[in-house]
């Protein structure tokens, strides 16, 4: 089982719809990191949080601690919001004092116009 | 200010050739990652630098895979005798100090033919 288990795999939705990507994980965590990563395009770092709620613009990310979850959300979703949203978890208590990132597997989203 | 670059973009190379990949981070940023991304198999971690000292090579699948950092800057990874399986993308990121923001870099496409 990954440490990091990402729903949906893939997301087609219509323009303007509301959208949600859970993210749920196993482990003891330092923070919780929401990546976007467009069709042969780098990776962009949307969101690093170790509690409560972060909003940036139409984008907003929220995590529980307690139930070692987290939601994406984008609220009127535009046709430019279609990439593959990635969860990755900062491991709590690594040997070696590092951040190394432990990644989900992505989800697809595609918002049709 | 200028972001994580990467160089070369796109490498081909015949199985068993070496190849080295490099990585400019954002200048200050104290620590810096490589991941790989294989179609099979994610986003995976392979090594993590804490100015010239890499206290965690975990990732690292095997002895042909070398790194290192000279300057507390520029970042080198090195494949020796590449392997087919050995085709991914590279990607560098850094942040300015272990726990902070990652920022990624654009990655190296590396086929082995």
């Known amino acids: 089982k990954n440490e990091v288990e990402q729903s949906p795999q893939n997301l087609t939705a219509q323009e303007g719809e509301f959208i949600t990507i859970n993210c749920s994980y196993s482990v003891g965590i330092s923070a919780l990191h929401w990546l976007q990563q467009h069709p042969g395009g780098g990776i962009v770092s949307l969101f690093m949080l170790s509690s409560g709620k972060k909003k940036h613009g139409r984008l907003i990310a929220t995590i529980n601690i307690q139930e070692k979850h987290s939601s994406l959300h984008i609220t009127a979703s535009h046709p430019r919001d279609s990439a593959v949203y990635i969860c990755a978890v900062s491991l709590r208590e690594s040997n070696f004092g590092n951040e190394k990132l432990t990644f989900g597997t992505g989800t697809r989203l595609t918002i049709i116009p | 200010g200028a972001g994580v670059s990467q160089s070369p973009s796109n490498k081909v190379t015949e199985k068993g050739k070496d190849v080295e990949l490099r990585c400019d981070p954002i200048s200050g940023h104290t620590a810096l990652y490589w991941y790989r991304q294989s179609l099979g198999q994610g986003l995976e971690f392979l090594i993590y630098f804490q100015g010239n000292s890499a206290p965690d090579k975990s990732g690292l699948p095997s002895d042909r895979f070398s790194a290192e950092r000279t300057g507390g800057s520029v970042s080198t990874l090195t494949i020796q005798r590449t392997q087919q399986e050995d085709s991914a993308v590279y990607l560098c990121?850094?942040?300015?100090?272990?726990?902070?923001?990652?920022?990624f870099g654009p990655g190296t496409r590396l086929t082995v033919t």
């Open positions: 990121a850094s942040s300015r100090d272990r726990g902070a923001e990652q920022y």
